[in-house]
C-alpha cells in the first residue's frame, strides 16, 4: 500500500516537474452568460469598505452534465440560480429564483437538480421567537427539476433551541455548502450571530448537516451550533463520511469548535475587532479555501497571513493562546496539506509563550520579500496529484487597520500550480482581466473553472469613493485552467531532468512522513469556555480570535455605539463610507463604525465575537 501510493507520488511528481502553468493553459469565456437579472459584483468588506468581489456560487452535478450558477439579484433580494452547459457556459433552461434570499451563499449541484444555502427573513407566521427587525436566518433549499423539493431553516426559533447558547439569525451568509454522495448528507458552515440566549449579540458560527432528503440532524458528529470563526471567512469540504473537513486558521473538523488546544492551530492570526487579516476571504469569501485531492483523503487549505513574530503570554485566555505580532505589513499566501480531513501534515503553529518566531512552520507560497498585499486566495485540485492555487496582489498597499485588508494598485491575479507535496510547479502567471469570484470546481474532464464579472478591478479606494456600490451587470464570464501536466493543455513539456529528480526525492520524504504531529504543541490544559473566549468579562472585553491568538480591545467602556465617526462617515449600517483615508493611525477603526466589536447591521446591534 504504501510502496503503491510512493510510487503514485513519484510519478505524479515526476510528470507535474515537466510543465509549468502558462497563459495558453487559461480558457477564458468572457461575457458568455447573459443573465435574466442584474447582478452587482462588488460588496464592500467588513469594517474597511474595500472592494471584495460578490460571490457567485458555482457547481457541476456528479454526472458532470448539469452546471449551476447562483447570484443575487441586484435589489439585495432574491437568489437567481441558472443552469448553464458545463461546457459552453451558455444559458441552459430558465432560471429558478429563490423569493426572498438575501445571499447566494453556497451551491451544490445534482444530477437532478440543486441545493442553494442562502439567508432570508422568516414569514410572520413562523411560531416561536424569531429574530428581531427581521434579520434574515439561514435556510436550506433543494430543487429538483427547477421545482422546489424541501426547504429547512438552519437559524431561527426551531434550530440548536435547547442549546444554552441560544437562537441563530445570519444578517450576511458568510460560509459554504458541500455535499458528499457518499454519506448522503449536506454540510452548512456559516457566520451567526445569536439572538437569544448566552450568545446574543455575538457572532459566532454554526456548522450543521443536513440529510439528503432536508432533514436536519444534529445528532451528527462535527455539528456545532456554536463556534467562532467570526465573519474573516470559513473553510468547508465534504469527505467520504461526516463529519467533513473543516477550518479556517484552525482545522476543527469533526469538533466543530474554536478551542485551540482541541483544535489544530494552523497560524497565528492577529485577531482584531473580529476579523483574523481575511485570512480566508473575508466577506464574500468563504469558498475553495480548502480542497480534496481526488478521492484520495489528502486535503490542501490556502490562506493570506502577514506571519507572526514575538508571541506573548495572552492570559485572559489562558494556557495555549498567545497574543503575536503580525511580520509584515502585507498580507501572503500560505497553503497547508492535510493528511486526512483531520490531519494536518506537519507542524502545527506554534502557542509558545516567548517564542520569536510564531510562524516558522507556515509554507509559504509568496517569500516575504514579496511586498505586494495578496488576497482573496482559493484552491481547487486537478485530481489526486496537482492542485491550483490563486490569489490578487496590489503593490503599495495601504494597510491602515490590523487584521484587516489593504488598499492598494491591482497587479493582477495570480495562478500557481501545486503538487501533492506542496511544492510549485513552476512559476505562477499573472493574469490582469479574470479575477476568481465564485467556486472553483474540478470538471469532468479534468480542469477548473469559475465565475467572474468581466471589468476592471480596483483596489484603489473604498467601494463607495470608486462609485460601485449600484454597480450592476447582466454578463458573467467563466474561465477554466486546465494543468500543465495534463495532455489538454498547450504547453510543451520539455522535460527538467534536474527538477525532476528534486521533485523526486521531496516526494518521497513526504509519502513516507506522513505521520501528524496534529495538537503536539497544544498543551491539553483545560480551556475557558466557549462562551467566555467569546465574549469576557466586562472589563477585559479580550476579543477571541479565530485561532485562539486574541486581542484585547483598549477598552471597552470608551466605545459607545453612539461614538462619531472620525474621518469620512458611516451609514446607517455603521460601515464605512468615504474616500479609503491613506494616513489614519491603525486604530483609527476603532472609532470609524462606531464600536469596536459592536456594529449596527440590518438594524440589529452585534458584538463581533
Ligand atoms: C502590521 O500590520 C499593520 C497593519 O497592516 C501595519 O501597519 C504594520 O506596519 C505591520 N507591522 C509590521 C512589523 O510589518
Ligand atoms: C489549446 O489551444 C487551442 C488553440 O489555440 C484552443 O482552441 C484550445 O482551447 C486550447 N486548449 C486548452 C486546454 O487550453
Ligand atoms: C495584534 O496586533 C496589535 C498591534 O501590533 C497588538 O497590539 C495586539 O496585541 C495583537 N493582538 C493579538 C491577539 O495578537
Not at 11 to 37: E, F, G, I, P
Not at 200 to 208: A, E, I, K, M
Not at 223 to 252: F, K, M, R
Request: with cysteine; net charge negative.
Amino acid at each position: 500500500m504504501l510502496v503503491l501510493s510512493s510510487a503514485l507520488l513519484l510519478l505524479s511528481a515526476a510528470q507535474s516537474s515537466l510543465a509549468a502553468l502558462t497563459t495558453s493553459n487559461l480558457n477564458k469565456h468572457v461575457d458568455v452568460l447573459t443573465l435574466d437579472n442584474a447582478f452587482n459584483p462588488v460588496e464592500e468588506a467588513y469594517w474597511t469598505g474595500l472592494p471584495h468581489h460578490r460571490r457567485t456560487p458555482f457547481a457541476v452535478s456528479p454526472d458532470g452534465k448539469s452546471a449551476y450558477l447562483a447570484y443575487l439579484d441586484s435589489s439585495g433580494t432574491n437568489v437567481h440560480v441558472q443552469e448553464v452547459s458545463p461546457s459552453t457556459f451558455a444559458a441552459t433552461g430558465t432560471t429558478v429564483t429563490v423569493t426572498g434570499g438575501k445571499e447566494a451563499g453556497g451551491l451544490v449541484a445534482h444530477n437532478d437538480g440543486f441545493a442553494l444555502l442562502t439567508n432570508e427573513v422568516m414569514p410572520s407566521s413562523t411560531s416561536g421567537e424569531t429574530p428581531p427587525s427581521d434579520t434574515p436566518v439561514a435556510v436550506l433549499y433543494r430543487y429538483t427539476s427547477g421545482k422546489q423539493t424541501w426547504k429547512t431553516w438552519l437559524g431561527g426559533p426551531n434550530v440548536h433551541s435547547d442549546s444554552s447558547m441560544g437562537l441563530s439569525c445570519s444578517p450576511d451568509l458568510n460560509g459554504d455548502l458541500v455535499y458528499s454522495e457518499e454519506s448522503k448528507t449536506y454540510g452548512a458552515y456559516f457566520v451567526v450571530t445569536n439572538y437569544q440566549g448566552d450568545a446574543s449579540g455575538h457572532y459566532g458560527d454554526n456548522l450543521l448537516y443536513v440529510t439528503s432528503e432536508g432533514k436536519l440532524d444534529e445528532s451528527i458528529e462535527g455539528t456545532s451550533s456554536w463556534g467562532c470563526s467570526h465573519n474573516t471567512g470559513i473553510a468547508l469540504e465534504a469527505a467520504d463520511a461526516t463529519p467533513y473537513a473543516s477550518g479556517y486558521v484552525a482545522l476543527n473538523s469533526g469538533n466543530g469548535g474554536m478551542d485551540t488546544t482541541v483544535a489544530t492551530k494552523i497560524s497565528n492570526e492577529n485577531v482584531t475587532n473580529g476579523a483574523t487579516n481575511e485570512a480566508l476571504g473575508g466577506m464574500s469569501g468563504s469558498y475553495s479555501g480548502l480542497a480534496r485531492f481526488g478521492s484520495s483523503t489528502k486535503y490542501i487549505l490556502t490562506w493570506v497571513s502577514r506571519g507572526a513574530t514575538d508571541l506573548t503570554a495572552y492570559d485572559w485566555m489562558g494556557d495555549g493562546y498567545v497574543s503575536s505580532v503580525n511580520r509584515t505589513i502585507a498580507r501572503r499566501v500560505a497553503i497547508a496539506l492535510m493528511s486526512d480531513k483531520k490531519t494536518l501534515n506537519g507542524e502545527a503553529a506554534t502557542s509558545e509563550v516567548g517564542a520569536k518566531s510564531g510562524d516558522s512552520q507556515i509554507n509559504w507560497i509568496v517569500p516575504e520579500s514579496n511586498t505586494n498585499d495578496c488576497s482573496n486566495a482559493h484552491v481547487a485540485t486537478f485530481g489526486e496529484s496537482n492542485a491550483l492555487l490563486t490569489w490578487e496582489e496590489a503593490s503599495n498597499p495601504q494597510c491602515n487597520f490590523i487584521a484587516m485588508g489593504c488598499a492598494g494598485t491591482f497587479e493582477g491575479t495570480k495562478f500557481q500550480e501545486i503538487d501533492s507535496t506542496g511544492a510549485t510547479v513552476g512559476d505562477a502567471i499573472t493574469v490582469k482581466d479574470t479575477y476568481v469570484a465564485g467556486d472553483m470546481v474540478t470538471m469532468s474532464d479534468g480542469r477548473i473553472c469559475w465565475p467572474y464579472v468581466s471589468m476592471t478591478w480596483d483596489l484603489s479606494d473604498s467601494v463607495m469613493a470608486l462609485g460601485l456600490s449600484s454597480k450592476t451587470t447582466k454578463k458573467m464570464s467563466f474561465a477554466c485552467m486546465s494543468s500543465s501536466s495534463s495532455s489538454s493543455s498547450n504547453s510543451t513539456a520539455g522535460a527538467s531532468s534536474a527538477s525532476s529528480s528534486a521533485a523526486v526525492a521531496s516526494s518521497t520524504t513526504a509519502a513516507l512522513a506522513v505521520a501528524s504531529s496534529a495538537a503536539a504543541t497544544t498543551p491539553s490544559v483545560a480551556s475557558p469556555t466557549t462562551l467566555q473566549t467569546l465574549i469576557g468579562s466586562s472589563a477585559s472585553a479580550a476579543q477571541q480570535g479565530a485561532n485562539g491568538a486574541s486581542t484585547v480591545i483598549a477598552s471597552p467602556a470608551a466605545i459607545t455605539p453612539s461614538e462619531s465617526v472620525a474621518a469620512g462617515a458611516s451609514n446607517s449600517d455603521g460601515w464605512w463610507y468615504g474616500s479609503w483615508p491613506t494616513a489614519v493611525p491603525a486604530q483609527a477603526g476603532k472609532t470609524r463604525s462606531g464600536k469596536t466589536c459592536r456594529r449596527r447591521k440590518r438594524g440589529v446591534a452585534h458584538v463581533e465575537a
